[in-house]
């Protein structure tokens, strides 16, 4: 069965493009992780931190461009839900990231399978 070459052509090009997208993908994909990952850290830091003050040690918070005195406790519980928040993200891109990771691999089989067809 042979396909004709400008059916060929273009299914190349399109298996190509879909190559090109999945790895931009990834490595968009990535920094988003390392992103994340770098925002949890710091917030294990902060809490870390906050942990070894004394409980009367007054805490404040950023507003725009003054700081505003919070509770202690709305600080941990703050720093608590963005960490849950951001680590579900995190989860999110993985998944994300192994389905990138499928289609980057099975586009360039394709690809491969293609050509080795080609010169046969």
Known sequence: MSIPNEALQKLLQEIESRVITSQQQIGITKAQMTSKNRDIRMLELTS????????????????GKMFVAVPRTSVDKRI?????????????????????????KNSRENLEAILKSGRA
């Open 48 to 63: 870390k931190e906050l942990g070894t003050l004394p409980a009367e040690t007054k805490v404040y918070e950023g507003v």
């Open 80 to 104: 608590s839900t963005e960490s849950g928040e951001l680590k579900g993200e995190i989860e999110s891109l993985e998944k994300r990231m192994n389905y990138l990771e499928m289609t980057f």
